[in-house]
């Protein structure tokens, strides 16, 4: 099956970069799209995001984050990594600033999983709620694909 065919009920929702200084990035972005700098947010206290990073309990991992809403429903996200493991600081790390993530919209994350897994060899890096609980995220690594990650998205309030 296709990425396309796995994903057909998924909508679309980001493009995840990761960054050094997420002040003076939003800076610049917002000087492209000639709009006000979204506010920088906390990544999320463990408690709440559960964060595991390959299977094991992060509680050190965390992040700024940055929303510049696109258009309805699609967002550039800004991540800039504190200095514990996660992918974002793997990814920054590796291979600098840049694309980390696109990110689609599920309704049940699980069986898109799976499929991911078993059709394209794709490993889930990292999984954690949203910082106020309200849903979760899921990384999962398909670089040989698409030379990215492919996060999934799924609100709890349906």
């Not at 990544?43 to 509680?59: C, D, K, R, S």
């Not at 309805?72 to 800004?78: F, M």
């Not at 709620?129 to 990215?148: A, E, Q, T, V």
Request: proline letters at 5%.
């Amino acid at each position: 099956m296709s990425l396309k065919a796995i994903l057909q009920s998924a909508k679309f929702a980001q493009v995840g970069f990761v960054v050094h200084d997420i002040e003076e990035t939003k800076k610049q972005y917002s000087l492209l799209f000639d709009c006000v700098a979204p506010e920088t947010q906390p990544g999320g206290e463990y408690e709440i995001t559960q964060t595991t990073v390959f299977g094991n309990p992060a509680p050190e991992a965390g992040c700024k984050l940055a929303f510049f809403d696109m258009t309805p429903g699609v967002q550039l996200e800004l991540i800039e990594p504190n200095k514990a493991p996660s992918v974002w600081r793997d990814h920054l790390d590796k291979y600098g600033e840049g694309i980390h993530h696109i990110a689609f919209n599920v309704d049940d994350a699980d069986p898109v999983i799976e499929q991911l897994k078993a059709e394209f060899g794709a490993v889930v890096e990292q999984v954690g709620n949203y910082g106020d609980g309200s849903g979760r995220y899921i990384y999962l690594s398909l670089h040989d694909k698409l030379k990215c990650r492919i996060e999934l998205l799924e609100s709890y309030n349906k």
